[in-house]
């Protein structure tokens, strides 16, 4: 059985093929050791570990301050517009995709009756 080669990772690539850019912080999961890769803003929040599920804190990096993140009011405001946007967007695609699945559970249910029908009648 031949060995399996290890395969060089590029500098900016994860692991799991994740580009990572200069501004992002890469850490591990204290739980279970998992290469974590977050943009700059995410640090300082809580996040999920993809592996294991542990809620992990996000580090600081040495020199960056919380309030280096924070933004403009005017670059809020566009954030929060866009949010609205997307988020109406979101409900439209769920109603029509709630009306595709409508359709396509009483087309199942007229199948059903048929196939159902055609069995008692042989």
Known sequence: MAEAEEMEIPE???ADGVEIRD?????DCPRCGKSLVIDY???????TCSQCGASVL????DGMQLSDLDLDPGEILKQLFATRRNYQKAELRVQALKASLAQLQEALGAMSEAVAKGLTEE
Do not use: H, Y
């Open 41 to 47: 803003r995410g640090a300082g929040l809580e996040i």
């Open 12 to 14: 900016n690539q994860s």
């Open 58 to 61: 996000v580090p600081i990096p």
């Open 23 to 27: 501004t992002d912080i890469v850490f």
